[in-house]
Nanobody, 123 residues
């Protein structure tokens, strides 16, 4: 069964760090890039970052560039989002998904969405 499962969300203070995890089944891991999106209350889901299936190429939204790092551990079939210098505008439900389509940052080119993990940032 193809599944993506996120974990690692929680409550932190502004300026702190948090690491999210996304565990993926083997078929996804060897076929697709995997990315993160986030959705805060009242807003549309937005692209955050993506890493290709080889792990050699990454791409970030401007809003997180320089603060967030996406990387993967092939031995564990797990992808991570290291979030540093968290800001009050970062709280959201963070989702990981497989990049099944052509574009890297369009939601419609992603599938096999996880259930999401909530991140809270207190100021």
């Amino acid at each position: 069964q193809v599944r993506l499962v996120e974990s690692g969300g929680g409550l932190v203070q502004a300026g702190d760090s948090l690491r999210l995890s996304c565990a993926a089944s083997g078929r996804i891991w060897s076929t697709y890039g995997v990315g993160w999106f986030r959705q805060s209350s009242g807003k549309e889901r937005e692209f955050v970052a993506v890493i290709d299936w080889t792990g050699s190429s990454t791409y970030y939204a401007d809003s997180v560039k320089g603060r967030f790092t996406i990387f993967k551990d092939n031995a564990k079939n797990t992808m991570y989002l290291q979030m540093n210098s968290l800001k009050p505008e970062d709280p959201a439900v963070y989702y990981c998904a497989a990049n099944v389509g052509a574009s890297r940052d369009e939601e419609h080119d992603y599938g096999y969405w996880g259930q999401g993990t909530q991140v809270f940032v207190s100021s």
